[in-house]
């Protein structure tokens, strides 16, 4: 068994029995991200919260069951990335990269005074209630900003229909080894925003004199 080639969605693989094999999980970009044992699962995480659990068969080194579908690696990478989702083994192991990336959005680029304008004159006004969530993605160790700036500017880029290209006062936060930190896309680079994580503060209310 393994040297009988079979055809998967048009493509001829070569299914393997032998035990302890591992499905390699990747990004649009071919970076390996993380191995999952035959057998078992790995969470996908839509754009919209829904998280699922999706069991996981070798099939080779190239091509695995996910779910109910069959994929080859790079087809699944991108089939995740067209629908901003994104994906984690269920055991994550000592190596394995669970990072990602989000872009925020402004809501309504006419009610916001500094929407479209550099870092120099939104320091002072920038508030995470402005923005609400564009995309949400998976993120190779090598991947920069720059690199997301130029996926999301490209005619091709995900989201293309349902989000404005990347562009001046969009915010990118990284997830990288579960620390998070935000960066305000300017004219020029990148300004780290380390307040757009912070939760809001409220104002007390004032109380009335005693009586």
């Not at 993380?34 to 919260?49: A, M, N, W």
């Not at 960066?183 to 680079?189: E, M, T």
Request: hydrophobic share 30%.
């Amino acid at each position: 068994m393994g040297d009988v080639p079979v055809n998967i969605r048009g493509v001829l693989a070569f299914p393997n029995g032998e035990g302890g094999r591992k499905i390699r999980f990747i990004d649009s970009g071919y970076n390996t991200l993380f191995h999952v044992p035959d057998g078992d699962s790995i969470f996908l995480t839509t754009f919209d919260d829904r998280r699922k659990l999706l069991p996981c068969r070798y099939i080779d080194d190239y091509h695995a069951v996910i779910g109910n579908d069959t994929f080859h690696i790079c087809e699944f990478a991108e089939f995740a990335q067209r629908e901003g989702a994104v994906y984690a083994p269920e055991h994550p192991q000592e190596g394995d990269i669970c990072d990602t990336y989000t872009i925020y959005q402004i809501k309504d680029t006419r009610e916001v005074p500094y929407s479209f304008e550099p870092y120099d004159y939104a320091k002072r006004k920038l508030w995470i209630g402005h923005y609400q969530r564009a995309y949400r993605g998976v993120l190779a160790p090598s991947t920069t900003l720059d690199d997301l700036f130029d996926r999301h500017n490209m005619d091709s880029r995900p989201f293309g229909q349902r989000m404005r290209s990347m562009s001046v006062s969009d915010v990118v936060v990284l997830n990288r080894g579960g620390e998070e930190k935000a960066f305000y896309v300017d004219r020029l680079g990148f300004e780290e925003v380390p307040q757009f994580l912070k939760p809001p503060v409220r104002k007390r209310r004032r109380s009335g004199p005693e009586r």
